[in-house]
Each structure stands twice: as structure tokens, then as C-alpha cells.
């Protein structure tokens, strides 16, 4: 139980172009459902809280213009790189829980490649 | 605020044998979690062990077990066995008080010889 589906898994496009990012619970409902950051060889950074129902929290320094988070439902996250530019090419990945301090399930990420 | 420090950048160990890695945290508060993940080559995270701050017994999980020396503040996973698959990267984690987000650290890259 408890799986996190993420798509895509690999996007190539141009600079200037929005990509969107889904993420869903097949098999739970997530109020809440994080997004992460990670740059090669790094660790993992929190970019914002997704809350159903309402707007995202986004953690300091990450644009919300520029990274857009939709959580029109209990099972569907998504979040949208606007205007995309080189420097945005990293790995994102999303999670969600089941409920409070249970451990959170990752999506298997998306590698995100600007050019 | 909250911090995980991971020492080991890289470690090596024999096929079959048992690898410590030392996960030490910063908390003020009382109520908190503690996690493990393993994130092969491939990039997926996959949750392995989980201790709570209030729990008296160390977690175990399979060949995993976390060493939980609260006075320490360490959380360190014990990884018995070792097989060729446990080759990844390992990243302690946590949570505090009633959030739920996870602040991660640095990680340790695990490599396991045949």
C-alpha cells in the first residue's frame, strides 16, 4: 500500500517552455503532499507543502511565481515550472503521507533537463 | 530549527557483513520523528525505518535496525548482511513537533563489495 505515482519520469525541452509535474496517491488520500528539490549529488530540499484545498507553502527562497502547485483533489498534486530556463534542470520529487507522523512515500522523481 | 548531520560522505563495506551509518540531530523540541531512506542510482526513495522520540525500544525493520541514543541525539542505522543491492545513497531524516515536513541530510553513499 501506500504508492505515490509520479509523471513524467524525464523531460527534455527548451528554454521558455512550462512543464508540469503530476503527482497522485493511487491507493490513499494525502491532504497534504510535499515537493522536493534535488540537485546532483545533493540532498534533498523542501520546495513547498501542498494542502488540498487551498494554496501551497512555499518554503523560503522558492519563487511561487515560478513554481505553480495545484492540489485540486485528495490524490492529485501538480506543480508547474513556468517559463523554464537551464538553471531550473534538476531532479523534483513529490511525497505524501497517510496520515500525520507516518512515514511520508515518494513518487520515483523527475528529472527535469532544460536546454 | 531543526538539523541532521550525516559525517560519512562514503562507505565501504564487504558482502555479508554488518555497516553503521551515524545520522546525529538538533531539536529543541520534545516530539519528533526519525526516519531512513535509501535512494538507489535510479533516483526513487525508498522508506526503510522509522523511530519516534517517544518510543523506548530501538525500530527494526528486516535486516535494518536504528540505534536510537536519545541522550546522543544519534539515530544511527544498522544495516546487517549486507548485500550487493544495498549499494545507495542513505539519508537520515525527520520531522518535529506536529509537521509534517522532512528536513534531510546530507546523505551517505553506501557501497557494498562482492
Known amino acids: 500500500g501506500a504508492v505515490v505515482s509520479q509523471h513524467p519520469s524525464r523531460v527534455i525541452c527548451k528554454s521558455g517552455t512550462s512543464v508540469k509535474i503530476e503527482c497522485r496517491s493511487l491507493?490513499?488520500?494525502?491532504?497534504?503532499m510535499f515537493w522536493y528539490r534535488q540537485f546532483p549529488k545533493q540532498s534533498l530540499m523542501l520546495m513547498a507543502t501542498?494542502?488540498?484545498?487551498?494554496?501551497?507553502?512555499?518554503e523560503q527562497g522558492v519563487e511561487k511565481d515560478k513554481f505553480l502547485i495545484n492540489h485540486a483533489s485528495l490524490t492529485l498534486s501538480t506543480l508547474t515550472v513556468t517559463s523554464a530556463h537551464p538553471e531550473d534542470s534538476s531532479f523534483y520529487i513529490c511525497?505524501?503521507?497517510?496520515?500525520?507522523?507516518?512515514?511520508?512515500?515518494f513518487g520515483d522523481g523527475t528529472r527535469l533537463s532544460i536546454l | 530549527a531543526q538539523k541532521i548531520t550525516q559525517t560519512q560522505p562514503g562507505m565501504f563495506v564487504q558482502e555479508k557483513e554488518a555497516v553503521t551509518l551515524d545520522c546525529t540531530y538538533d531539536?529543541?523540541?520534545?516530539?519528533?520523528?526519525l526516519f531512513w531512506y535509501k535512494q538507489p542510482s535510479s533516483g526513487e526513495m525508498i522508506f526503510l525505518i522509522y523511530?519516534?522520540?517517544?518510543?523506548?525500544q530501538n525500530a527494526t525493520e528486516g535486516r535494518y535496525s536504528l540505534n536510537f541514543q536519545k541522550a546522543r541525539k544519534s539515530a544511527n542505522l544498522v544495516i546487517s548482511a549486507s548485500q550487493l543491492g544495498d549499494s545507495a545513497m542513505y539519508f537520515c531524516?525527520?520531522?518535529?513537533?506536529?509537521?509534517?515536513?522532512?528536513?534531510f541530510g546530507k546523505g551517505t553513499k553506501l557501497t557494498v563489495n562482492p
Open positions: 501542498s494542502n488540498e484545498g487551498s494554496k501551497a507553502t512555499y
Open positions: 531524516a525527520m520531522t518535529q513537533g506536529g509537521s509534517e515536513k522532512l528536513v
Open positions: 523511530q519516534g522520540s517517544y518510543d523506548e
Open positions: 531539536t529543541s523540541d520534545q516530539s519528533y520523528g
Open positions: 491507493d490513499f488520500q494525502a491532504t497534504t
Open positions: 511525497s505524501a503521507s497517510v496520515v500525520g507522523n507516518q512515514p511520508q512515500h
